[in-house]
């Protein structure tokens, strides 16, 4: 394809390679379910706002369960902005491919992960797609990709409810749910209901609400300190009637981690918001 193509096969008079391996949406979508029956659960990740910490949390809830010994893959569905590679450190890493199936980065021996970062020339190369590529590429995804058999495949969302999201309902009829990120402040919130209603008219389940960056973790003596405001994503779960999921505090390893490419959950278990993401996991 150019960088001109739009996706729209249909319509294109080009003689393409890629129009050729075009396939009908009903089979795309038999061979998508194919994939997903081997999955257990799937947990999308998202927010209205961007600058919240989604990724950071969606990665420490994948290594978590990871580390609780279960089978976890890891789309990274934030095409603009695929951060992921960079916070658990698979910058670098190579996505194969084995008779027409992609096969993802295995980050360790219970995660692995697929990401368009991985699969760029450069990993500072802008992404410049309009919705039909970046649909396509989440078709791809979840259609190509060999996770085998999971318990869990956590998606990471962009910000907002626009192509990304709608492609990932559309595709998957019947994710276990979603799983939604705030900070307290009203500025996040405001955006972050509309994610809550967005979940409501396609009928996703929401799984809960998590309430990112919740007042200081003194590295000290592990003490909270609300500096910022606190409790603004609890009231607003309380208000929309869905379930709270819990607050995790600002850490200052947490952000080296993410610089460094390692899983704070992992590096740090005994820190308290290390126990906050143990407790969401159980709760979930």
Same mark, same amino acid.
């Given at each position: 394809?150019?960088?001109?193509?739009?996706?729209?096969?249909? @319509?294109?008079?080009?003689?393409? @390679?890629?129009?050729?391996?075009?396939?009908?949406?009903?089979?795309?979508?038999? #061979?998508?379910?194919?994939?997903?029956?081997?999955? $257990?659960?799937?947990?999308?990740?998202?927010?209205?706002?961007?600058?919240?910490?989604?990724? &950071?949390?969606?990665?420490?809830?994948?290594?978590?369960?990871?580390? #609780?010994?279960?089978?976890?893959?890891?789309? /990274?569905?934030?095409?603009?902005?695929?951060?992921?590679?960079?916070?658990?450190?698979?910058?670098?890493?190579?996505?194969?491919?084995?008779?027409?199936?992609?096969?993802?980065? =295995?980050? &360790?021996?219970?995660?692995?992960?697929?990401?368009?970062?991985?699969?760029?020339?450069?990993? /500072?190369?802008?992404?410049? *797609?309009?919705?039909?590529?970046?649909?396509?590429?989440?078709? #791809?995804?979840?259609?190509?990709?060999? *996770?085998? /058999?999971?318990?869990?495949?956590?998606?990471?969302?962009?910000?907002?409810?626009?192509?990304? @999201?709608?492609?990932?309902?559309?595709?998957?009829? /019947?994710?276990?749910?979603?799983?939604?990120?705030?900070?307290? #402040? =009203?500025?996040?919130?405001?955006?972050?209901?509309?994610?809550?209603? %967005?979940?409501?008219?396609?009928?996703?389940?929401?799984?809960?609400?998590?309430?990112?960056?919740?007042? %200081?973790?003194?590295?000290?003596?592990?003490?909270?300190?609300?500096?910022?405001?606190?409790?603004?994503? =609890?009231?607003?779960?309380?208000?929309?009637?869905?379930? %709270?999921?819990?607050?995790?505090?600002?850490?200052?390893?947490?952000?080296?981690?993410?610089?460094?490419?390692?899983?704070?959950?992992?590096?740090?278990?005994?820190?308290?918001?290390?126990?906050?993401?143990?407790?969401?996991?159980? $709760?979930?």
């Amino acid at each position: 394809m150019t960088d001109k193509c739009d996706s729209s096969c249909s @319509s294109c008079s080009s003689d393409c @390679s890629d129009r050729k391996t075009e396939k009908p949406a009903d089979e795309n979508q038999m #061979q998508i379910n194919g994939r997903l029956a081997k999955i $257990k659960n799937t947990i999308v990740v998202m927010s209205g706002k961007g600058g919240v910490g989604k990724t &950071t949390v969606a990665a420490n809830l994948a290594m978590s369960l990871a580390m #609780q010994g279960k089978k976890v893959g890891l789309l /990274d569905a934030d095409i603009h902005g695929p951060s992921m590679p960079t916070v658990l450190g698979a910058r670098g890493k190579e996505i194969l491919v084995d008779n027409g199936e992609l096969l993802p980065a =295995e980050l &360790t021996e219970n995660l692995k992960m697929i990401s368009v970062g991985l699969l760029l020339p450069n990993f /500072d190369d802008a992404v410049v *797609w309009r919705g039909p590529m970046k649909n396509g590429v989440i078709n #791809q995804f979840l259609r190509d990709v060999r *996770w085998g /058999d999971l318990d869990y495949l956590i998606i990471d969302l962009p910000p907002g409810t626009g192509d990304e @999201s709608m492609a990932i309902v559309d595709y998957i009829k /019947d994710a276990t749910g979603a799983i939604i990120v705030t900070t307290p #402040q =009203e500025v996040s919130l405001a955006d972050v209901r509309k994610s809550v209603n %967005f979940c409501h008219k396609v009928k996703l389940n929401i799984l809960g609400v998590i309430e990112n960056m919740s007042g %200081f973790a003194c590295p000290c003596c592990n003490t909270i300190t609300e500096i910022f405001k606190s409790g603004g994503g =609890e009231k607003m779960a309380a208000d929309m009637n869905i379930k %709270f999921l819990g607050k995790v505090p600002i850490d200052p390893e947490i952000a080296n981690c993410g610089d460094d490419g390692k899983a704070f959950v992992e590096h740090f278990p005994d820190s308290v918001s290390a126990k906050v993401f143990k407790d969401i996991i159980e $709760k979930i």
